[in-house]
């Protein structure tokens, strides 16, 4: 299903920012002329959904509050017919893809909006094999319903595993108890938090934002400017209604985490299990022990785990709330867990990106540093004005907080908060390298004074956007982009 057989009459898009005649952009439309096409329809228009006997009013790609999995195998063209039925205009971006840059999804950096009874067809090579995901690039969009799971299969997959489950991980308010309009309008009028949520309104009490890392755990506290959502979603269900995995015991199940949320990093672990973690951002690292993860918005982990018998709360806990989304894992009968059974790996072992190492053929070929990219990021949350180097991003204006780079370059991005607040941030186009053989990584949780080094190698040509992944951040300034031909 979602697939269309239809003839698409829309005019090719316009490459305004890539040079038809750059050999490597020659041979990767040879390449797309040769590869497997993958037909997928995308209508984003209002819908009502259940997310587990509560109703909500939102926007989204379907009967649900996740879009649907589009999986594809790496090598294959991506043909995704959007079709908008929203009373405003939007674009579609398909995070983590090293994709061709008119296809990147970004208003007026790589695309007009697709306009209200408009469409647009997205139509590319997915070059890397990993777990993905897609979303509006459009004002607050993404924290309605409209982004899913994007997975790229490996042809040459070399782990063993009898289940792949994705858990795409949510923040919701839409349509139950507000916007995400009015979350933003709370936030800039100064007084976090939806009022009448969770009872809670108006405790904005200024809890500092912190880090505790022994070297076996890591917790980013909450802050004063968190909204508190009144739910946390896994595969689009509250905890009163979960998702459900089933398996045998001792069976191997790939988890394929992504966190969509808008607002919320998710601590996540299986209740009874330790995992082996083997992805960052879709790209193989060295596998790492953890009892849980923990999840900026916009990141993905890959990881293995051997079940035991029994019934199981896979757990993706609200970090500083005192809330949680869950999913279970059944290898037998018996009744399943109460949603707020104590989980007590979430407070174990929580590796971080920074402590993992790419894989030998993950990583980045070394090379010498040709630039570097010092950015600032900045802002307050008292007035709630994000920016980099001071600067918020004009959304109007393509130039806007612009980084030159040339092509061929291996670039040092430096990502340096000024802030007192952690920012997971996100480059398109490229996934970086944490330190010279760290983890691959597109969207890299950034700790408040911090400053962390990541690496790329501009080797695809384009304007590329570059923003903090909690989307009030970014709509209120917080980004920025590269560009080079
Ligand atoms: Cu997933 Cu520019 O974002
Ligand atoms: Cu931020």
Same mark, same amino acid.
């Given at each position: 299903?979602g697939?269309i057989?239809v003839?698409?009459?829309?005019p090719?898009?316009?490459?305004?920012?890539?040079? +038809?005649?750059d050999?490597e952009?020659?041979?990767?439309?040879?390449?797309a002329?040769?590869?497997?096409?993958?037909?997928m329809?995308? /209508?984003?228009? +209002?819908?009502?959904?259940?997310?587990?006997g509560?109703?909500?009013?939102?926007?989204g790609?379907?009967?649900a509050?996740?879009?649907?999995?589009?999986?594809?195998? /790496?090598?294959?063209? !991506?043909?995704?017919?959007?079709?908008?039925?929203l009373?405003v205009?939007?674009?579609?971006?398909?995070?983590?893809?090293?994709?061709?840059?008119?296809?990147?999804?970004?208003?007026v950096?790589?695309?007009? +909006?697709?306009?209200?009874?408009?469409r647009?067809?997205?139509?590319a090579?997915?070059?890397?094999?990993?777990?993905?995901w897609?979303h509006?690039?459009s004002?607050?969009?993404?924290d309605?319903?409209?982004?899913?799971?994007?997975?790229?299969e490996?042809?040459?997959?070399?782990?063993?595993?009898?289940?792949e489950?994705?858990?795409f991980?949510?923040?919701?308010?839409?349509?139950?108890?507000?916007?995400?309009?009015?979350? !933003?309008?709370e936030?800039?009028?100064g007084?976090?938090?939806m009022?009448?949520?969770?009872?809670?309104s108006?405790?904005?009490?200024?809890r500092?934002?912190?880090l505790?890392t022994?070297g076996?755990?890591?917790?980013?506290?909450?802050?004063?400017?968190?909204?508190?959502?009144?739910?946390?979603?896994?595969n689009? =269900?509250?905890?009163?209604d979960p998702p459900?995995f089933?398996?045998k015991?001792?069976?191997?199940a790939?988890?394929?985490?992504?966190?969509?949320?808008?607002?919320?990093?998710?601590r996540?672990?299986?209740?009874?299990?330790?995992?082996?973690?083997?992805?960052?951002?879709?790209?193989?690292?060295?596998p790492v022990?953890?009892d849980?993860?923990?999840l900026?918005?916009?990141?993905r982990?890959?990881?293995?785990v051997t079940?035991?018998?029994?019934?199981?709360? !896979?757990?993706?806990?609200?970090?500083g709330?005192?809330?949680?989304g869950?999913a279970?894992?059944?290898?037998?009968?018996g009744?399943?867990?109460?949603?707020?059974?104590?989980?007590?790996?979430l407070d174990?072992?929580?590796p971080?990106?920074?402590d993992?190492s790419?894989?030998?053929?993950?990583?980045?070929?070394? =090379?010498?540093?040709?630039?570097t990219l010092?950015?600032?990021?900045?802002?307050?949350?008292?007035r709630?004005?994000?920016?980099?180097?001071?600067? +918020?991003?004009?959304p109007?204006?393509?130039?806007?907080n612009r980084?030159?780079?040339?092509?061929?370059?291996r670039v040092?991005?430096?990502?340096?908060?000024?802030?007192d607040?952690?920012h997971p941030?996100?480059?398109?186009?490229?996934?970086?390298?944490? /330190?010279?053989?760290?983890?691959?990584?597109?969207?890299?949780?950034? !700790?408040?004074?911090?400053?962390?080094?990541?690496?790329?190698?501009?080797?695809?040509?384009?304007v590329?956007a570059?923003?903090?992944h909690?989307?009030f951040h970014q709509?209120?300034?917080?980004m920025g982009?590269?560009?080079?031909?």
């Amino acid at each position: 299903s979602g697939s269309i057989a239809v003839a698409c009459s829309s005019p090719p898009p316009t490459q305004r920012f890539i040079t +038809p005649d750059d050999p490597e952009i020659a041979a990767r439309d040879r390449a797309a002329a040769a590869a497997m096409v993958v037909p997928m329809a995308l /209508a984003a228009r +209002p819908v009502t959904v259940d997310l587990g006997g509560v109703v909500a009013n939102t926007w989204g790609f379907g009967a649900a509050a996740v879009g649907p999995e589009i999986r594809l195998t /790496a090598g294959d063209r !991506l043909r995704a017919e959007v079709v908008n039925d929203l009373p405003v205009g939007t674009t579609i971006h398909w995070h983590g893809i090293a994709i061709r840059n008119d296809m990147d999804g970004v208003p007026v950096l790589t695309q007009e +909006p697709i306009a209200p009874g408009q469409r647009f067809v997205y139509d590319a090579v997915m070059p890397d094999p990993g777990t993905y995901w897609y979303h509006s690039h459009s004002g607050l969009q993404l924290d309605r319903g409209l982004s899913g799971p994007l997975i790229i299969e490996d042809p040459n997959e070399s782990l063993r595993y009898d289940h792949e489950w994705t858990v795409f991980l949510k923040d919701w308010v839409d349509g139950v108890t507000g916007t995400p309009d009015d979350v !933003l309008r709370e936030l800039t009028a100064g007084m976090p938090g939806m009022s009448g949520m969770n009872g809670e309104s108006g405790t904005a009490t200024a809890r500092p934002q912190y880090l505790l890392t022994d070297g076996t755990s890591a917790l980013l506290g909450g802050d004063a400017g968190d909204v508190n959502y009144p739910y946390y979603l896994v595969n689009g =269900r509250i905890p009163a209604d979960p998702p459900q995995f089933t398996a045998k015991p001792g069976d191997r199940a790939r988890l394929r985490i992504v966190n969509a949320g808008a607002d919320t990093a998710f601590r996540v672990a299986l209740g009874g299990h330790g995992l082996t973690v083997t992805h960052t951002d879709g790209y193989p690292i060295e596998p790492v022990r953890a009892d849980a993860l923990l999840l900026g918005m916009g990141e993905r982990y890959d990881a293995l785990v051997t079940l035991k018998d029994g019934v199981f709360p !896979l757990v993706a806990s609200a970090e500083g709330k005192n809330a949680r989304g869950l999913a279970i894992v059944r290898t037998g009968p018996g009744e399943p867990p109460p949603p707020d059974v104590p989980v007590t790996e979430l407070d174990g072992r929580i590796p971080m990106a920074w402590d993992m190492s790419a894989s030998q053929a993950a990583g980045l070929p070394r =090379r010498d540093v040709a630039r570097t990219l010092d950015l600032r990021l900045t802002g307050e949350m008292s007035r709630y004005e994000w920016s980099i180097d001071g600067i +918020p991003f004009d959304p109007t204006d393509v130039e806007s907080n612009r980084f030159g780079v040339r092509g061929g370059e291996r670039v040092r991005l430096v990502w340096r908060n000024d802030t007192d607040m952690w920012h997971p941030m996100h480059l398109h186009g490229h996934t970086f390298q944490l /330190a010279e053989s760290g983890s691959r990584k597109d969207t890299v949780i950034v !700790l408040p004074k911090t400053a962390l080094a990541t690496y790329f190698d501009t080797d695809n040509p384009g304007v590329w956007a570059f923003h903090c992944h909690n989307s009030f951040h970014q709509d209120r300034g917080m980004m920025g982009s590269v560009s080079y031909e």
